[in-house]
């Protein structure tokens, strides 16, 4: 069975940093679209961070210049960078991947992230 699972969250201070991981089993980083998202109570999901196969990162637009996603084929992870975290930054992040050669996409089950002073 698929399993990706999320480490790394907890609470920091704003300007903090933190790093998250993305341990995968069953299937291979290497070919797939690896990414992050983000939930915050009483809001929809929404894409922080992605990776493709190939190519440069994305970010959204919240998080730009302060986040960096990567990945690491060796050890099947992908990781999550965020410095200069902010109180708007609290939510639970999922790790995403999605497999590009079956089209078939699956989740963490999430780790929280609480920025306060």
């Known amino acids: 069975q698929v399993q990706l699972v999320e480490s790394g969250g907890g609470l920091v201070q704003p300007g903090g940093s933190l790093r998250l991981s993305c341990a995968v089993s069953?299937?291979?980083?290497?070919?797939?679209?690896m990414a992050w998202y983000r939930q915050a109570p009483g809001k929809q999901r929404e894409l922080v961070a992605l990776i493709p196969v190939s190519g440069n990162p994305n970010y959204a637009d919240p998080v730009k210049g302060r986040f960096t996603i990567s990945r690491d084929n060796a050890k099947n992870t992908v990781s999550l960078q965020m410095n200069s975290l902010k109180p708007e930054d609290t939510a639970v992040y999922y790790c995403?991947?999605?497999?590009?050669?079956?089209?078939?996409?699956?989740w963490g089950q999430g780790t929280q992230v609480t920025v306060s002073s």
């Open positions: 069953r299937i291979s980083v290497s070919i797939c679209r």
């Open positions: 995403n991947a999605y497999h590009i050669v079956i089209s078939r996409e699956y």
